[in-house]
């Protein structure tokens, strides 16, 4: 049997309170199950602003999407991890990636390194966290034992990661562009996404407990004409035709009809039963929520 379907929004943009607050209320009433944030320079503080997500609402979980772990030192992200989650309840899903964006780095003074530095670090970090959260006298303590952890990746080593610790196996969808400072990502066809969710699986085969699978949704498009929605988006993937573009698995477009019946293939195909939104395309998902839910 497949997991039922999960959703989550990635709130990008910051606000002052009473206007945070009323847009993670606004998510709940949508039927969110998840309010995510990123960490990025420029964007919300993470774990403060989940504090106060969880403080506007009552159901939805509380997660990080991911953090750039080349920006926390272990021991002082263990003591904000495990204050956060006591604070909402026990609500928090802990999201990791090794960060992509060499701008930010610099901006804060802070190494980059090569992908297998970042990728280092993240394990040194996971392996951190694991020791000192799960140890029953760690304080502050937090009120999960353990935090679902959730890692956003891609390549190999990071794919390794994920299958050995990962609650959440969440699918980026794209690559980084080599040489951009930006973080700039390319999208990788549903083909290559075939090869990557393939080799996940073969490196989760020894699992006891299956983890939940994510995939990142970069457009959601509720229309009758699925080209004009991806064409203003074709200038930043030129090496794709329109008909490429369609085929996209992070690009949902068409009819609710359409799009829900997207979905469910995805299911079948990757196994994602976790999707995530972005901020500017969560009152656009809610009726293909809803539609998924009752169907």
Same mark, same amino acid.
């Given at each position: ?75 002082? @992200?263990?003591?904000?991890? +495990?204050?956060?989650? &006591?604070? $909402? #309840? !026990? =609500?928090?899903?802990? *999201?990791?990636? /090794? %960060? ?60 390794? @990661?994920?299958?050995?610790? +990962?609650?959440?196996? &969440?699918? $980026? #969808? !794209? =690559?980084?562009?080599? *040489?951009?400072? /930006? %973080? ?112």
């Amino acid at each position: 049997m497949s997991r039922p379907f999960r959703f989550g929004v990635n709130l990008l943009a910051s606000a002052p309170a009473g206007e945070w607050s009323a847009k993670c209320r606004r998510a709940e009433q949508l039927g969110y199950d998840v309010i995510l944030v990123p960490d990025h320079l420029g964007m919300v503080a993470p774990f403060p602003a989940l504090v106060a997500a969880a403080r506007a609402t009552e159901r939805p979980r509380v997660g990080t999407f991911v953090l750039n772990t080349g920006f926390w030192n272990p021991a002082l @992200l263990a003591r904000e991890v +495990a204050t956060t989650d &006591a604070l $909402t #309840g !026990g =609500r928090l899903e802990l *999201g990791l990636g /090794t %960060g992509y964006v060499r701008a930010e780095h610099d901006a804060a003074g802070l190494p980059f390194g090569s992908p297998g530095e970042r990728v280092d670090h993240l394990r040194r970090t996971l392996e951190e966290l694991r020791r000192l959260l799960d140890d029953e006298e760690y304080r502050p303590g937090p009120a999960q034992r353990p935090v679902p952890l959730l890692i956003g990746a891609n390549g190999d080593r990071m794919l390794e @990661l994920t299958a050995r610790h +990962a609650d959440i196996a &969440a699918f $980026t #969808g !794209g =690559r980084t562009v080599p *040489g951009s400072a /930006t %973080g700039q990502l390319a999208p990788i066809t549903a083909e290559e996404l075939d090869e990557r969710v393939a080799w996940y699986a073969e490196l989760a085969a020894g699992r006891g407990e299956p983890a939940e699978r994510n995939l990142l949704i970069q457009l959601v498009a509720v229309t009758g004409d699925r080209e004009a929605a991806v064409r203003p988006l074709l200038e930043h993937v030129p090496h794709l035709t329109p008909g490429q573009a369609l085929d996209l698995p992070i690009f949902l477009t068409g009819t609710l009809e359409e799009i829900t019946a997207q979905v469910r293939a995805q299911r079948e195909r990757y196994g994602f039963t976790y999707l995530t939104v972005l901020e500017p395309y969560m009152e656009a998902f809610a009726p293909v929520m809803r539609a998924l839910r009752e169907g």
